[in-house]
């Protein structure tokens, strides 16, 4: 295969003190999946579990809204696979409990 049969997408990876994007050569119909696998990045973040990380394409989440999930979703030339950490905390529970303590102060 020549390599102007490859495509180039980005892998994306950030953690609060520190960020990794990788650019990879990958063949048309690559798996968002099949190129974080490709990236490495695993060598340089040994803690992250690709197996169940969330994954999406430029904020877009794969799996949702119409969008077919990691292992599925064909890569377009130009996307940035990004490699989504857990929620530290549950966002609705933090702002029911931020709107009970504005309310406990206006009492």
């Known amino acids: 295969m020549a390599d102007l049969d490859l495509i180039t997408v ?14 990879v050569l990958v063949e048309p119909g690559t798996t968002a999946f099949q190129a974080v696998e490709r990236s490495g990045i695993v060598r340089e973040y040994p803690e992250l579990d690709i197996e169940n990380a969330k994954m999406g394409i ?12 990691p292992r ?7 996307d940035r696979v990004e490699i989504y950490r857990p929620l530290q905390s549950d966002p609705k529970e933090v ?5 009970e303590k504005a ?3 206006n009492s």
């Open 72 to 78: 599925e979703h064909e890569l377009q030339a130009g």
């Open 95 to 99: 702002r029911r409990r931020r709107a």
């Open 10 to 23: 980005e892998v994306a990876y950030a953690l609060p003190d520190r960020q990794t994007i990788l650019e």
């Open 58 to 69: 430029f904020g877009q989440a794969l799996g949702t809204k119409g969008l077919k999930p």
């Open 103 to 105: 309310k406990q102060a």
